[in-house]
């Protein structure tokens, strides 16, 4: 049994399902286009468990939204709009050919659905894997600590247990566009050896983030919006290339842009985030240029 079942099992023992997707939508069989689903139709809960944190009281936004987004071809948009629970019941409803998350209380806790993809980025051409990989050396997590378990970006989580994207600075880039090398773990595929589609998603959450603390310095800033789009699922065991930048500032909305490439530099995923910075900002930098790859 992988680390994913297991987590699950250890997360709420009478939970009906894995803790990322309801039973019935994962993997191949669960190309399902929730479209053709009735109006409003109930699916089991679902447990979002500890190993699936981001800050350490709450899921990991990239995550989250993956399951939100579900195996809906195309892009997908997601929005979170209060903190994920860990180790609880989380009721998971079709609406809209979408689905919506909420808490025992029914508070709204996320939506997620179809999108244009109008606002995903054109992926800048693709670093060398020797270029990611001396960027991911350069991770500011390494030296200074940010979130240490987060399942994405945490460097106290072992292989298997968290993702170990580790995205820094790339040499010969504007400030602020960051690249790494992740080889996502067995743990993390489904029977056909394939990583999971809300688990690319994850990877792809926290690149955003230190995209503008390598622009701006250190601050603190929570995933709100994600719109995604996978394009080919990458192999358990196979290194891809994951490159994130600064789009824009406004108020306390930052925008990023992430995109996941193979080897070889096919493009694998993309995504267009916004985070809400919570706390004191940074200072503005004149003309508030936004970096590019």
């Not at 050396?137 to 378990?149: D, E, K, N």
Request: hydrophobic residues 45%.
């Amino acid at each position: 049994m992988g680390k994913l079942a297991r987590a699950a099992r250890a997360s709420n023992a009478s939970a009906p399902i894995l803790a990322s997707v309801a039973p019935g939508f994962r993997g191949k069989a669960s190309a399902i286009d929730l479209k053709s689903i009735r109006e409003s139709v109930h699916l089991p809960s679902i447990v979002i468990g500890r190993q699936f944190c981001g800050p350490p009281n709450s899921g990991n936004g990239g995550y989250v939204c993956g399951v939100l987004a579900g195996d809906l071809a195309g892009p997908a948009t997601a929005v979170l709009r209060a903190p994920i629970p860990l180790d609880a019941p989380l009721a998971l409803e079709a609406r809209g050919g979408g689905r919506v998350m909420t808490g025992a209380d029914g508070q709204l806790i996320g939506q997620g659905g179809p999108s244009a993809g109008a606002e995903l980025p054109d992926p800048p051409p693709a670093p060398s894997l020797d270029a990611a990989r001396a960027a991911g050396a350069r991770y500011v997590g390494l030296a200074t600590p940010f979130h240490p378990i987060c399942f994405t970006c945490g460097t106290d989580r072992g292989e298997g247990d968290g993702l170990r994207v580790f995205a820094g600075q790339l040499e010969g880039a504007a400030q602020g566009v960051v690249a790494g090398v992740w080889r996502p773990h067995a743990d993390f595929a489904d029977s056909s050896g394939l990583t999971r589609t809300e688990v690319i998603w994850a990877a792809l959450d926290c690149p955003g983030y230190f995209a503008w603390v390598e622009r701006e310095g250190r601050h603190s800033a929570l995933l709100g919006t994600m719109t995604g789009e996978v394009l080919r699922r990458p192999a358990a065991g196979e290194d891809a290339i994951v490159v994130a930048w600064p789009l824009a500032r406004e108020g306390r909305k930052e925008t990023a842009g992430v995109v996941l490439y193979s080897a070889k530099g096919e493009l694998l995923a993309r995504a267009h985030q916004v985070w809400i910075v919570m706390g004191p900002r940074p200072p503005v930098e004149p003309a508030n240029a936004a970096a590019t790859a």
